[in-house]
Each structure stands twice: as C-alpha cells, then as structure tokens.
C-alpha cells in the first residue's frame, strides 16, 4: 500500500514536499515515480527514482523545479516541488514498479502499486 500526503494550495512561485509512505511490502527494489492527472487530462508522468537512487528521470517541464528522492529505510519517497507554476495543479499519485526499465520509468502502465493521490493546487 502507498500513501502520499503533503499536497496542498500553494501560490505561483511557491514549494511543497510530497511524500509517499509504503506499507504492507519493503519497496527498496521497486522503481518509484511520480504522476498526475489534471481535471480533464490524462494522467502523466511526473518523475521517477530507480533502486537505490542513483537514477532519475523527469518529465520536461518539471526539469530544475523538481527533485525526487527515496529513503529505502523509511520505505518512502520524496517529490520537492518548488517554483510553482499554475499548470502543475493537478492531484498527484505515486507509484511502484517492480519491473520498470530506465527507459520505462516514465510508463504509467510499468507500475504496479499505486498511491490514492494528493491534490496540489497553484494559485496566481
């Protein structure tokens, strides 16, 4: 089981950390990742961690903005958003996937578990 939290409504410019805590199963050999979906849309790829973190992928136009990272004894991940813009509303999802390659890490259909979302929201 997943469950991020730290969402929230933030203005334009702003940061906020969202976490996502697993239980039930030890995740340390999962790739991670981050999604979101906006009203209307699909859900997207937000950035990705592999194992033991030494491999990162994000989606282009979080680049330099956002920072993902896991701590494998906390069985947690990390999403540091900052310079928030207002297309980055959105409710977003963490994931788990056993058996994603580097170059599948940013394919929703690669991962197996998945968390309940946490809504962001970015004011102007």
């Known amino acids: 089981q997943l469950q991020a939290c730290g969402g929230g409504l933030v203005q334009t410019g702003g940061s906020l950390r969202l976490s996502c805590a697993a239980s039930?199963?030890?995740?340390?050999?999962?790739?991670m990742g981050w999604f979101r979906q906006a009203p209307g849309k699909e859900r997207e790829f937000v950035a990705a961690i592999n194992f033991f973190g030494y491999t990162t992928r994000y989606t282009d136009s979080v680049k330099g903005r956002f920072t993902i990272s896991r701590d494998n004894a906390r069985n947690t991940i990390y999403l540091q958003m900052n310079s928030l813009k207002s297309e980055d509303t959105a409710v977003y999802y963490c994931?788990?996937?056993?058996?994603?390659?580097?170059?599948?890490?940013?394919?929703?259909?690669?991962?197996?578990?998945w968390g309940q979302g946490t809504q962001v929201t970015v004011s102007s």
């Open positions: 039930g199963r030890t995740f340390s050999s999962y790739v």
């Open positions: 994931a788990a996937g056993r058996f994603v390659t580097a170059q599948d890490m940013g394919v929703k259909e690669k991962y197996d578990y």
